[in-house]
């Protein structure tokens, strides 16, 4: 750049600012913020001059991608924890939050507690995880006692599997994302506004248990 541009105008109004403008126009508002964001650190710092523009769309494009996978992982953990397959909604968290981190990575912000939320899910998802496998052997173990005639100690082992199910089901609960997969948004803890500081950027462009002496169904269902 011929002339550091001592203010964000005058940036703007470089030829690479032009083609900055259409395309901060392309990103979500979030993103925009993000963007302006930097732009105005830059400017406090007076280095301007300094700021590669591309480097700063390319940027907002990845954190805005990353964004949009981690809201696609939420949705399918919810829709996974609501299918009560507690290992596959754990694989989705542990995805959204690798996501959130590569959100991070690229200056896109995203609340703390939306991260915490993802590890939190991970674990109450192992848990239920672990308490279903309990559930599924001692479901085996009371039918196999059951069909053996001794339907006293069956009924024990059932009595332990129901528990177990219901135990992982209360666990897959607190893993679902609030249990709504039609409108997951990743939170973003920006408080900038996009317009104020890039002004002339236009930016239209339940636990079913049976536990009867022959028959032990450990599948759960969240409602």
């Known amino acids: 750049m011929p002339d550091d541009p001592e203010s964000i105008e005058e940036l703007l109004e470089t030829s690479q600012g032009q083609e900055f403008q259409v395309d901060i126009a392309g990103l979500s508002t979030a993103e925009q913020a ?5 732009l105005r650190e830059a400017a406090d710092d007076g280095a301007l001059g300094d700021v590669n523009l591309d480097s700063v769309i390319l940027d907002a494009q990845a954190a ?25 909604a754990k694989d989705f968290a542990e ?49 196999a006692y059951a069909e053996s005639g001794d339907l006293a100690t069956a009924e024990i082992y059932a009595d332990s599997a129901a528990s177990a199910a219901e135990t992982a089901a209360d666990y897959g609960a607190a893993g679902d994302q609030g249990g709504s ?43």
Do not use: F
């Open 95 to 143: 995805k959204a939050e690798y996501s959130m981190e590569e959100v991070q990575d690229h200056g896109g912000d995203v609340a703390y507690a939306e991260v915490l939320e993802a590890e939190h899910d991970q674990m109450n998802l192992d848990n239920a995880d672990w308490n279903q496998e309990i559930a599924d052997d001692n479901a085996v173990t009371a039918e």
């Open 181 to 223: 997969y039609a409108d997951q948004t990743v939170d973003t803890s920006s408080t900038y506004d996009a317009s104020a500081t890039v002004a002339t950027v236009d930016t239209s462009a339940s636990t079913v248990v049976d536990t009867s002496a022959s028959t032990v169904d450990t599948s759960t269902a969240t409602e």
């Open 34 to 38: 993000n963007v302006a964001n930097a």
């Open 64 to 88: 805005e991608d990353a964004r949009s996978d981690a809201e696609y992982y939420q949705a399918e953990q919810a829709k996974a924890v609501d299918a009560g397959d507690w290992e596959t």
